[in-house]
C-alpha cells in the first residue's frame, strides 16, 4: 500500500510561524535576566529571592556525571524568557489569530477544544490561553497558568512550591526554580473527583530558547484529578532545552493521574524533574510517553509516605537516530504497606539508544512494601542500543521487590507471520510495535491513543531497509 | 480462469541442507490435494518454502499460481496474489487484537482503495466466527497469545475464510486437536471449498482425510513425493502404515536433514 512519504509526515511538525514575541531576553543567563523576568510578571519579593537563590544553587551545582552526553548544552546560548503577547485569553475569541492558527496545524479542532475540561495551552514560555469548564469552577477546582496562580493564590504557592523538588535537587530543578515560566496550577479540593481530564498542550516555538514551566498539583483529600500535557515541538537546526520540574502533592485517599505525550524535534535537551508524595491511602500514576529529543533524561517519581499509599509509572521511550532516552523512573518506599509497579517499554531503531534507570528504595518503615518492576526492551535493528540499570536500597527485611526486563527483537517467525497474510514489512513491523506499546496506549484517552498511534506510526515510517 | 497452482523441480536447502530435492505437483481450482509422509520428510519445508519463509532457501525450480511466478514476490506478495498458508505454529503477537489484525489482513488482500466497511467486517468476521464455534471474545483476545493448540488452529481457519484464498496449504492443521476440533474445523476448510479454491493438506495422520476428502493423495518421502493417487492410497497408509511404500522403492531412512527438522 503506497503511504505518504516520511519526511513529508516529519515536517508536518516542523513549521514555524512567523511569530513575534512582546519581550524577551537576550541569551545567557544572569542575576540580572532572572531579576528582569521576576520584574516583568510582577512577583511578590519572596518569589525574586527564591529565584536568586536558586540561580546561586544552579552555578555551584555541577552536571550530572551519569546519565546522557550533557557536554554540547552551552547554557550561555539559551534565551530564558518570552513572553508571547501582552495578555492571555480569557475567551477562545481573545486568543490571538496566529497562535490559533498553530493549534489548527496541530490538528486540534476547535470543537474539541470546547470539549475539554480546561484547555491551559502554553506556547513558548507563558501560558496564553485556558480556559476552565464552569463546573470545575463550581467544584472549587482551580485550574490555572502557575503565573497567575501566583497572583491570585498566593498563599497556596508559598506553602507548597519547591516543597516536594527544592532547588538544591539537582542542577536542572535549581535552574528551572531561578527562571521557571508557566505551567500549570491545579488544586483539587476535599473529596472533588474531576470527571474529565484537565489538558494543556504545548510547544516551543522560538529557537534557541529554553522552556522552564513549572507544575504543581495539590489533590486534597479523597479527591481525584487526571492531567494530560500534550507535545508536538518544531524541528530546529540548533540545540534547545526544555527543563520542567512538577510537583505533585496526593493527600489522603486521594488519586492523581499525571498522562504526557512528548514529541519533541531531534535536536532537544529535555532534562525534567517529577516527583509526587503520596500521603496514606493516596495513589499516584505518572503515564510517561517519551519519543524524539536529543536526550531525554526523565525519571518520575512517587514518595508513598503515608500507609497504603500507591504509586505507578508506565512509560514508553523510543529513541531514533542520535537520540538517547535516559528514562526510568524512582519509588521511594518510607510508609508500611506501600505498593508501586513500574512498567517500562522501551523501543531503539536507526541507532538510538534507549536505557532504562530506576530507583527501588524501601525505607526501615516499609514494613510489608512491595515493589513490580517490569522492563521491556524492543530494538528494531542492529545499530541501536539497549541498557538497564536497576538501583535497590532495601532497609526493610519485609518487603517484596520484582524485577522482570526483557530484551527482544523484532522476531523473523512474527513478521513473516503477519507478512502471509498480505501485510507488507512495514505494515508488519509497525503492528508488532503498536502491540509493544499497547499497554501505554490503552491508558491514555481516546483522542491522546489516536494521536500517539499517529506519532509512533511517523516514528515507524521508513524505518525498515 | 480457472486458478491453477504448478510447483516444479522445486528445490529447497536450509542452512545450506537440502531438504526439498524436487518437487512436481500441480493443483487445479476445486481440487484437494493431501501430502502425507512421515515426520521429518519434507512437508512443512514444502509449507514454509512456498509460503517463502526466510529461513528456507529456493535453490532451483518455479511456482507459479495462474501463470505469475511467486518465487519472484516478497511473502506478502505472495499472499496478496492469493495464496494462503495455515500454520502449524502461528505467531504470538502481544498488543494486536485478533479483529485488529483480521481488517488489516482484509484490506491488504483487497487493497487499497477497497477496504472493508468496519460494519461489514464485523459481521463477516462474527458469522464466521460462530460457524466454527470460537467464543466471541477471541475478537478482543491478542493475536494468538494464550490460545490453545486447537485456538490457533481454529484461529487460522478463520484467516482463511476472511482472506478468501486461491490457494490453500494447510500445514498439519490436525495436530493438537481433538475430535471435535478436528470436525469443526474441517467443516470450515470444507465450506469453503469451490471451483476456483485449491487445497493442499499436509498431514501426517490419514483421520483428518475422513473429514476433508481429498482427490488426491501424495506421499513424502527424503524430500520428494514418492508415490501418487487417489483416496484409496491414504486408505492403505492408514491401514498398512508406511512401511510398505519404502519396502516397495527400496527406501530404509525416508528421513531428510533430521536434525533441522521438527
Known amino acids: 500500500m503506497a503511504k505518504k512519504a516520511p519526511e513529508m509526515e516529519e515536517y508536518k511538525y516542523g513549521f514555524r510561524d512567523e511569530h513575534k514575541a512582546v519581550f524577551q531576553t537576550g541569551k545567557g543567563l544572569t542575576p540580572e535576566i532572572v531579576t528582569e523576568i521576576s520584574r516583568i510578571k510582577n512577583e511578590p519579593e519572596w518569589m525574586l529571592e527564591y ?94 497558568d502557575t503565573d497567575t496562580a501566583l497572583r491570585e493564590h498566593p498563599e497556596i504557592l508559598r506553602e507548597y512550591f519547591g516543597t516536594i523538588i527544592p532547588p538544591a535537587d539537582n542542577k536542572f530543578a535549581a535552574l528551572n526554580s531561578a527562571v521557571w515560566s508557566g505551567g500549570s496550577f491545579i488544586y483539587v479540593p476535599k473529596g472533588v473527583k474531576c470527571e474529565v481530564p484537565l489538558q494543556a498542550y504545548f510547544r516551543i516555538n522560538s529557537e534557541n530558547m529554553g522552556q522552564f514551566e513549572r507544575t504543581l498539583i495539590i489533590a486534597d483529600e479523597d479527591s481525584f484529578v487526571h492531567y494530560v500535557e500534550g507535545c508536538t515541538a518544531p524541528i530546529y537546526s540548533t540545540n534547545s532545552l526544555h527543563s520542567a520540574v512538577v510537583e505533585i502533592i496526593v493527600k489522603k485517599n486521594a488519586r492523581v493521574r499525571y498522562t504526557t505525550i512528548q514529541n519533541w524535534a531531534p535536536n532537544i535537551y529535555n532534562l525534567v524533574t517529577k516527583r509526587a508524595v503520596a500521603e496514606e491511602n493516596a495513589n499516584m500514576e505518572w503515564v510517561d510517553g517519551n519519543i524524539g529529543s536529543k536526550l531525554t533524561m526523565k525519571y518520575p517519581a512517587v514518595i508513598l509516605k503515608g500507609r497504603g499509599a500507591k504509586g505507578s509509572v508506565l512509560s514508553i521511550a523510543v529513541a531514533g537516530k542520535n537520540q538517547h532516552q535516559d528514562a526510568g523512573a524512582k519509588m521511594i518506599h518510607l510508609a508500611p504497606d506501600t505498593t508501586s509497579t513500574i512498567v517500562s517499554k522501551s523501543i531503539s531503531k536507526h541507532g538510538g539508544k534507549v536505557s532504562y534507570r530506576g530507583l527501588a528504595s524501601f525505607g526501615r518503615q516499609a514494613e510489608g512494601a512491595k515493589s513490580n518492576i517490569k522492563c521491556d526492551t524492543l530494538i528494531l535493528d542492529n545499530e541501536s542500543t539497549s541498557d538497564t540499570i536497576p538501583y535497590n536500597e532495601i532497609m526493610n527485611d519485609n518487603v517484596t521487590l520484582e524485577h522482570e526486563a526483557t530484551v527482544s527483537k523484532v522476531s523473523e517467525d512474527q513478521l513473516f507471520y503477519l507478512m502471509s497474510r498480505g501485510l507488507t514489512e512495514a505494515e508488519a513491523t509497525q503492528m508488532i510495535v503498536m502491540g509493544f506499546i499497547e499497554p501505554f496506549t490503552k491508558e491514555l484517552p481516546m483522542e491522546y491513543a489516536v494521536e500517539m498511534n499517529r506519532l509512533i506510526k511517523f516514528e515507524m515510517e521508513g524505518s525498515i531497509g | 480462469m480457472s486458478t491453477k497452482f504448478v510447483i516444479e523441480e522445486l528445490k529447497a536447502a536450509i542452512e545450506g541442507k537440502e531438504i526439498l530435492k524436487g518437487i512436481n505437483l500441480e493443483i487445479k481450482g476445486g481440487e484437494i490435494h493431501a501430502i502425507m509422509g512421515p515426520n521429518g520428510t519434507g512437508k512443512s519445508t514444502l509449507a514454509s518454502a512456498l509460503m517463502g519463509h526466510p529461513k528456507y532457501e529456493v535453490t532451483d525450480g518455479s511456482v507459479t499460481l495462474d501463470g505469475e511466478d511467486l518465487l519472484e514476490m516478497a511473502v506478502d506478495e505472495r499472499a496478496r496474489a492469493g495464496l494462503f498458508l495455515a500454520m502449524q505454529y502461528p505467531s504470538e503477537i502481544a498488543g494486536v487484537t485478533n479483529s485488529d489484525f483480521l481488517r488489516s489482513a482484509m484490506n491488504a488482500r483487497r487493497g487499497e482503495g477497497n477496504e472493508i466497511s468496519l460494519i461489514k467486517f464485523i459481521r463477516q468476521m462474527e458469522s464466521k466466527m ?27 481457519i478463520l484467516q482463511m475464510m476472511v482472506l478468501d484464498p486461491k490457494i490453500v496449504v494447510l500445514d498439519e492443521i490436525d495436530s493438537g486437536l481433538d475430535i471435535d476440533a478436528l470436525r469443526i474445523v474441517a467443516e470450515g476448510v470444507n465450506s469453503m471449498r469451490s471451483e476456483e479454491r485449491g487445497f493442499l493438506v499436509i498431514t501426517h ?19 520428494r513425493i514418492v508415490k501418487s493417487g487417489g483416496p484409496e492410497l491414504a486408505e492403505r497408509l492408514e491401514k498398512d502404515g508406511y512401511d510398505w511404500i519404502k519396502e516397495e522403492l527400496g527406501i530404509v531412512d525416508e528421513t531428510v536433514g533430521q536434525e533441522q527438522e521438527a
Not at chain 2, 483428518?208 to 524430500?223: A, T
Open chain 1, 51 to 144: 529565584r536568586l537563590k536558586a540561580l546561586k544553587q544552579f552555578e555551584k551545582m555541577p552536571l550530572p556525571n551519569w546519565g546522557g552526553d550533557l557536554s554540547e548544552l552551552d547554557f550561555n546560548d539559551i534565551q530564558y524568557y518570552v513572553r508571547p503577547s501582552e495578555k492571555q485569553g480569557k475567551t477562545w475569541e481573545e486568543v490571538p489569530a496566529e497562535i490559533k492558527e498553530t493549534f489548527d496545524k496541530l490538528g486540534i479542532p476547535e470543537a474539541e477544544q470546547k470539549f475539554l475540561a480546561g484547555v491551559s495551552a502554553q506556547y513558548e514560555s507563558e501560558v496564553v490561553y485556558h480556559n476552565m469548564q464552569e463546573d470545575l469552577e463550581k467544584q472549587g477546582v482551580i485550574f490555572m
Open chain 2, 130 to 156: 460462530k460457524e466454527l464455534e470460537m467464543n466471541p471474545e477471541f475478537a478482543h483476545r491478542y493475536l494468538n497469545e494464550g490460545f490453545s493448540g486447537g485456538e490457533k488452529k481454529r484461529n487460522e
Open chain 2, 205 to 223: 495422520y490419514q483421520r483428518l482425510l475422513n473429514y476433508i476428502k481429498p482427490d488426491f493423495v501424495h506421499v513424502m518421502m527424503q524430500g
